[in-house]
């Protein structure tokens, strides 16, 4: 059986962060920061009951950078 969600592991080598940091006297947790690369990134998650994001195997795998939007339709009558 294949998992659904990001594991950790996979969670912290897609952000970067491993671990949290105090700048200041200011706490900020590895999964506030994790959460916000997600955020700045477009990459969609949800923050579970303990704060953590929870991000979906197949919301990372089917990002494409390449492709462009494609156009709405626009009726024949209005363009001519």
């Known amino acids: 059986m294949s998992e659904i969600f990001l594991d950790d592991a996979s969670l912290d080598r897609l952000t970067g962060i491993r671990r949290g ?15 916000a690369f997600l955020r700045e990134s477009g990459i969609p998650f949800i923050p ?3 704060g953590r994001p929870v ?3 197949s919301a ?11 156009k709405g339709w626009k009726p024949a009558a209005i363009g001519a």
């Open 21 to 35: 940091r105090t700048r200041a006297g200011v706490k900020q947790t590895k999964h506030e920061m994790q959460a």
């Open 48 to 50: 579970n009951a303990r």
């Open 55 to 57: 991000v979906l195997l």
């Open 60 to 70: 990372v795998e089917s990002r494409r950078t390449t492709d462009t939007p494609k």
